[in-house]
């Protein structure tokens, strides 16, 4: 295996690239946009792939928003030309998976917000719901429901010990399917502050369940899947972008897609050499081939 280049690239070199490439995936929170922020001058390097040909998607392990909810925010931010067709959310690859791929027969027992329930509703994937307000049963006394077939875990707000108890007893059932939309340990605001993740929550559930999560978002390749069941692509023309080497650079890896890492998000130039660096082949799966500082380098030379 050749290592990876972990090379930073420019102007001619980021040409050189894009010449080769018919698809780009672009990760979303740390690449396009942080948080409510655009990352400037992305959304011109989106319309200009499209003017010049190039298959765009979005690839999210983010499962708090419906793909039309997606639009919205890629409106609002000033992305005018994106398709809800060209959005792949977690949640939206979650429902996916249980209709098309585990054909599950009966309810799943969401823990997640309402991306996902909206997503499974859209798919036809029938859900038993949480009341936020448990307050009712005691913790040690508790109604089930005997229909429940798979647990779905993903960022949830409103995440509690009833949830959890709830969640270990449905997966007591070996026959019962245990999936995570995404295994995200934490995510950055504002301020120096972080969040939890959808990851953090399927941890405490794959303790208490003795059971580990089948995991639909990066660096799992079911999402790419999904992408592919919809359109012809080609992982030698199709181009990864992320901002989070264990997630987006490993999805990439996984997929057989050339993989860059962006500087506008959660990993750095440094933990990208140290992952080269590193005896461990595991990590090497970590190394994307190229580095940029931001996708607004693209810009230069789309415009030229
Ligand atoms: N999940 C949640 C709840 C988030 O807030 C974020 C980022 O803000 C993500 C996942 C990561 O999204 P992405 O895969 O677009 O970086
Ligand atoms: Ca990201």
């Not at 070199?13 to 409510?36: M, Y």
């Not at 559930?205 to 999402?223: Q, Y």
């Not at 989070?244 to 490993?250: A, F, P, S, V």
């Not at 992952?275 to 190394?287: G, L, N, R």
Request: glycine fraction near 6%.
């Amino acid at each position: 295996v050749s290592s990876r280049g972990c090379l930073k690239i420019r102007g001619a070199q980021i040409r050189d690239l894009l010449d080769s490439k018919h698809n780009v995936l672009f990760d979303c929170d740390g690449v396009i946009w942080n948080g409510e922020t655009v990352v400037t001058g992305a959304p011109e390097v989106v319309t200009l792939l499209k003017q010049q040909g190039k298959r765009v998607f979005f690839v999210t392990n983010n499962c708090t928003r419906p793909r039309e909810n997606y639009v919205q925010k890629f409106c609002r931010l000033g992305f005018t030309d994106v398709a809800e067709e060209e959005i792949f959310s977690s949640a939206y690859c979650s429902a996916a998976y249980l209709r098309d791929v585990a054909k599950v027969q009966g309810k799943v027992y969401v823990i997640g917000c309402q991306g996902v329930l909206k997503e499974l509703q859209d798919a036809g994937v029938p859900v038993v719901e949480e009341d936020n307000d448990s307050s009712s049963f005691s913790i040690y006394d508790f109604p089930l429901d005997p229909d429940v077939r798979a647990v779905l875990v993903g960022y949830d707000e409103n995440f509690n010990f009833m949830k959890l108890a709830k969640a270990c007893c449905y997966l007591r059932n070996s026959e019962c399917l245990f999936l995570a939309t995404d295994p995200d340990p934490w995510h950055p605001l504002r301020g120096g502050r972080i969040t939890p993740g959808s990851g953090s929550l399927t941890a405490a559930l794959e303790t208490a369940s003795n059971r580990k999560a089948t995991v639909i978002g990066k660096p799992s390749r079911f999402m790419y899947e999904c992408i592919a069941s919809q359109f012809d692509l080609d992982p030698a023309r199709s181009l990864m972008i992320g901002d989070r080497l264990e997630t987006d650079i490993l999805f990439g890896i996984n997929c057989g897609l050339a993989t860059m890492l962006t500087l506008t998000g959660v990993s750095t130039f440094e933990e990208a050499q140290q992952y080269k660096d590193s005896d461990s082949p595991e990590k090497k799966d970590f190394v994307p081939d190229y580095v940029v500082e931001s996708i607004a380098d693209f810009l230069q030379v789309l415009e030229e």
